[in-house]
């Protein structure tokens, strides 16, 4: 039975990283009740935790949390450490997409206390960075920094530079939204730096239209225009859509800004064209 169980779960998997959520929930439901029904309490946990994971893709957050819960339970009886940080840190998930922001904040700080218990400072890493962007969305900008500051100590410390472009990135967002554009100007060229020395495609689109933002609150549009286009070109490359549809916007205001109404009204349009692409 133990071999079915693992095997209706590895199909699971497959149906899940082929995009059919439909097929790997019934995998993921038919292991866990092979599991429950034979004794198999880790595995039951294992299929509870996938099962709430596809609650969670498909914003079904109130059925994502009852199979967390479920599977933390066992996990609490079980001992297993490991698995209640990563199971905290996926309800904090929840949360956030939920828009409770409050609530995982909360959910992230347990896991954060047991990251530390295990030493998992990658983990702690970037728990403190998603917690110092949750306090950003909350308008609490001393928690924010503070939270990202530690999470960046870390990042350097294990000479993590994808994550050190991030937090870079983050604690410049944070500046730009209080009017403190020197330093989020001083935030992102250091964030932009590596990731052009690490070849970090992402993380030098994201930054190079941040880097627009702040040309464009100074009001030097023709730079703002030069680091947008950057970024658009690479978000291209990527196939970035949402983030083109953003970038277009900046791309039309600081046009308009510019007295050239012809290219922000096709710039404009783009955005518009862009965005209904992707409702579509």
């Known amino acids: 039975m133990e071999d079915n169980i693992k095997n ?7 149906a899940q990283n082929r995009g059919e959520l ?49 599977s933390m339970q066992i996990k609490e009886r079980t001992g297993d450490l490991l698995g209640q940080s990563r199971l905290f840190n996926k309800i904090g998930v929840v949360y956030h997409a939920w828009g409770k922001y ?13 990251k530390k218990e295990l030493r998992d400072l990658k983990g ?3 728990l403190l960075n998603n917690i110092g962007n949750l306090y950003k969305l909350l308008g609490k900008y001393k928690e924010a920094l503070d ?8 990042a350097k410390e294990l000479s993590d530079l994808k994550g050190q472009v991030t937090i870079l990135n ?3 967002e944070i500046y730009r939204v209080l009017g403190k554009y020197e330093e989020a100007f001083d935030y992102y060229c250091q964030s932009l730096r590596i990731a052009e020395e690490t070849e970090n495609k ?20 023709e730079e703002a225009l030069t680091y947008f286009h950057q970024s658009l070109q690479m978000q291209e490359e990527l196939g970035q859509e949402t983030a083109q549809s953003v970038t277009l916007t900046n791309i039309g205001d600081a046009y308009r800004s510019l007295g050239k109404i012809k290219e922000a009204q096709i710039y404009s349009e783009k955005a518009i064209q862009k965005e209904n692409e992707l409702k579509s």
């Not at 939270?147 to 100590?153: A, D, G, I, V």
């Open 8 to 14: 209706l779960i590895r199909q699971g998997q497959e």
């Open 22 to 70: 439909g097929n790997a929930l019934e995998f993921f439901q038919r292991a866990k009740e092979l599991a429950q029904k034979g004794g198999y309490i880790l595995l039951s946990s294992t299929c509870l935790d996938f099962i709430g994971i596809i609650y969670t893709v498909r914003a079904n957050y109130k059925e994502a949390l009852t199979y967390f819960q479920q």
């Open 102 to 114: 409050s609530e995982a904040i909360s959910y992230y700080n347990q896991a954060l206390q047991m």
């Open 124 to 126: 702690q890493s970037t």
């Open 147 to 154: 939270s990202l500051r530690k999470s960046l100590q870390i």
């Open 170 to 172: 983050n604690i410049g």
């Open 202 to 221: 992402q993380g030098q689109s994201t930054v190079l239209n941040n880097i627009g933002l702040v040309y464009y609150a100074w009001r030097k549009y």
